[in-house]
């Protein structure tokens, strides 16, 4: 089994008309056993800015350690939060730093930039970023959750509709795939 | 292999292990102690490699002495659980411990408490944990049994059920099992569950 693999999970994010949407399951497992179903896998940097981790759960939880003391850092120094194509690149620089001996997660980033213009992006272990206009996916249901997203989406959607779209195109991912799933956390902001 | 495994009730902690040292096919002892102490309030119950094991508790007893020491306080049971995560992960990718944690803990501001923390450094606030072959059995035990807000007679009878699964569904099932609780009044050992008793040798 390979080292992603290892703990389960499922992210994604969804742009909306002024609004973005993240979400991602709750199973923390090991390999075939599954431990908890409440874990937490997105985390919010600031207001306008959250980051999902998938992938192993140790590193996530260090990666994740070391993004907020490094955005309190820059929050310190500029007086202001991050924007998030910052953001993107500050986690992309982070995990290249570590490119032979990386970190086993794939963030996705999601965030309103100026003038609460929706962002989205998602990069591998090494972080090569992937930016896109409609929808993110990461995890062990990535392939699940594209063709779910793919059929499910429309663009400029409400935040009410962009919810349930996420949550229907999550739902019916995680129940393809054995590592992931438990319900979801949805962030809509 | 090790099982470890734990709960969370009303208003205490139970953490239990067996008690095999076990090298290969040679059973050292049967009366090895995996529960650590860490201080009045916290318990520390670990498996996998012995000397990993004995030398990382110990390693985070004295730690978490050190800093009630220097700031007049005790760590709470979740600062003991990130300290100790930190511990693992730091050492993970130079000199790995192969030990998996299981700390229970009784604060008086937040009541009892439970911390998953794999091998690897996963760490997850739990209400029932388990580690080792045993855990498929405890925890499907525990899954079935388990309610919130357990009396300590309650849960001690879910441990039983689980040590008695364990014993009669492992092929190579520990004998010996120890208890322990931590509640306000503090961490210590509940009781032992023998079914090889170890002859005392005489000290010299």
């Known amino acids: ?189 | 292999m090790e099982s470890v495994f734990g709960l969370v009730g009303a208003d205490f902690a139970l953490v239990v292990a067996d008690s095999s040292a076990v090298h290969s096919i040679l059973v050292h002892k049967s009366n090895e102690d995996k529960i650590m102490v860490l201080d009045s309030h916290k318990l520390l119950g670990a498996s996998g490699e012995s000397g990993d094991r004995a030398q990382f508790t110990e390693y985070i007893q004295k730690n978490v002495a050190l800093y009630q020491f220097r700031n007049g306080i005790p760590l709470t049971t979740a600062a003991a659980a990130n300290f100790t995560r930190g511990e693992l992960a730091t050492a993970l990718r130079k000199n790995p411990y192969s030990v998996n944690i299981l700390m229970a803990g009784y604060d008086k501001e937040t009541g009892p408490s439970l911390y998953y923390i794999d091998y690897i450094a996963s760490l997850h606030k739990v209400e029932k944990g388990a580690f080792g072959y045993g855990s498929y059995f405890s925890l499907a035990m525990m899954d079935r049994h388990y309610r919130k807000d357990m009396t300590v007679e309650e849960a001690v009878e879910l441990v039983d059920k689980c040590i008695i699964e364990i014993r009669s569904r492992l092929v190579v099932a520990p004998p010996n099992f120890v208890i322990k609780i931590v509640d306000k009044d503090g961490a210590r050992e509940y009781a032992w569950r023998e079914s090889i008793k170890d002859t005392s040798v005489p000290t010299a």
């Not at chain 1, 874990?39 to 959250?50: P, Y």
């Not at chain 1, 998030?84 to 730093?97: D, G, W």
């Open chain 1, 1 to 189: 089994m390979s080292i992603f693999e290892y703990n389960g999970s499922a992210l994604v994010a969804m742009v909306g008309k002024n609004c973005f949407a993240i979400a991602s399951d709750r199973r923390l497992g090991v390999q075939l056993q599954t431990v908890a179903t409440d874990f937490q896998r997105i985390f919010k940097i600031h207001d306008k800015l959250f980051v999902g981790l998938s992938g192993l759960a140790t590193d996530a939880q260090t990666l994740y350690q070391r993004l907020v003391f490094r955005h309190k850092l820059y929050q310190l120094r500029e007086e202001r939060d991050m924007k998030p194509e910052t953001f993107a690149s500050l986690v992309s620089a982070i995990l290249y730093e570590k490119r032979f001996g990386p970190y086993f997660c794939q963030p996705v980033i999601a965030g309103l930039g100026d003038e609460d213009k929706p962002f989205i992006c998602t990069m591998d272990s090494i972080g090569a970023k992937e930016l896109a206009k409609d929808f993110v996916v990461a995890g062990t249901a990535s392939e699940s959750l594209y063709g779910a997203c793919e059929s499910m989406f429309k663009p400029d959607m409400e935040p009410e509709e962009l919810f349930e779209t996420i949550s229907q195109a999550l739902l019916s991912s995680v129940d393809r795939d054995c590592l992931s799933g438990w319900g979801g956390h949805v962030y809509v902001v």
